[in-house]
């Protein structure tokens, strides 16, 4: 399986430039967006953008767990609060904390 997955140096370096303008942050960070795709301006970045800090996806409570597992204590994985009025669906499904 690896030798499928390796990458060879070509497309290393492809890689490397189409992100060429770009510099890693430090800390990781997660982004989401809620919106018109099409959009090119606007307001309401303050609701619609959400930054988390660390990775959202392990801490996160799948959907169809919502009823054994939220419903009941409105406590997420790691001890974040879920607030029924203020959650995030990601697109495999998984409800993960505010940002």
Do not use: C
Request: hydrophobic share 35%; proline share 8%.
């Amino acid at each position: 399986m690896a030798l499928a997955t390796a990458t060879t140096p070509t497309t290393a370096n492809a890689d490397r430039r189409s992100f060429d303008g770009f510099r890693r942050i430090s800390p990781i960070q997660f982004i989401a967006a809620v919106g018109d795709p099409k959009a090119s301006s606007g307001t309401g970045a303050n609701r619609d953008w959400g930054v988390w800090t660390v990775d959202p996806g392990p801490r996160g409570v799948r959907l169809q767990d919502y009823s054994t597992t939220l419903a009941k204590t409105q406590v997420g994985p790691y001890g974040w609060r879920f607030d029924p009025n203020d959650w995030w669906l990601e697109e495999h499904g998984l409800i993960m904390e505010t940002p």
